[in-house]
């Protein structure tokens, strides 16, 4: 996918807290746009529907979903949110990258270790 504007939706579960808060403060220390108003509380995507919504019909962001269950086809009947969204999720195809890691790769953030 090309390299546009973001909009990034995290997720997670009590377990990943460290890890959402991690990626939120690359977020914020790159500008770029997030919503995290159901980080570690097991959110589904279809939470930020209106948000993710809104992303697509505009164009001006494309919304990545970060460890949030994939519930959009179900809550929409709308086969565009599978194709439009991002997901990110450690359990997913990319099962041997942290979630961080699929962040800094997708943004193209090199991974600087301390």
């Known amino acids: 996918m090309k390299m546009g504007k973001y909009h990034f939706f995290l997720g ?30 097991n959110a589904r995507a279809s939470k930020y529907l209106s948000k993710i919504t809104e992303c697509l019909t505009t164009g001006k962001f494309f919304p990545v979903c970060v460890e949030l269950g994939d519930d959009l086809i179900q809550a929409t009947s709308n086969q565009k949110y599978d194709d439009g969204v991002i997901l990110i999720n450690p359990l997913g195809q990319n099962r041997n990258k942290s979630s961080i890691i699929q962040v800094l790769n997708l943004l193209n953030i090199p991974l600087c270790l301390k």
Do not use: H, Q
């Open 12 to 41: 997670g579960n009590e377990l990943s807290k460290v890890e959402m808060n991690d990626i939120k403060e690359i977020l914020k220390t790159n500008k770029i746009a997030f919503s995290s108003r159901y980080l570690a509380k």
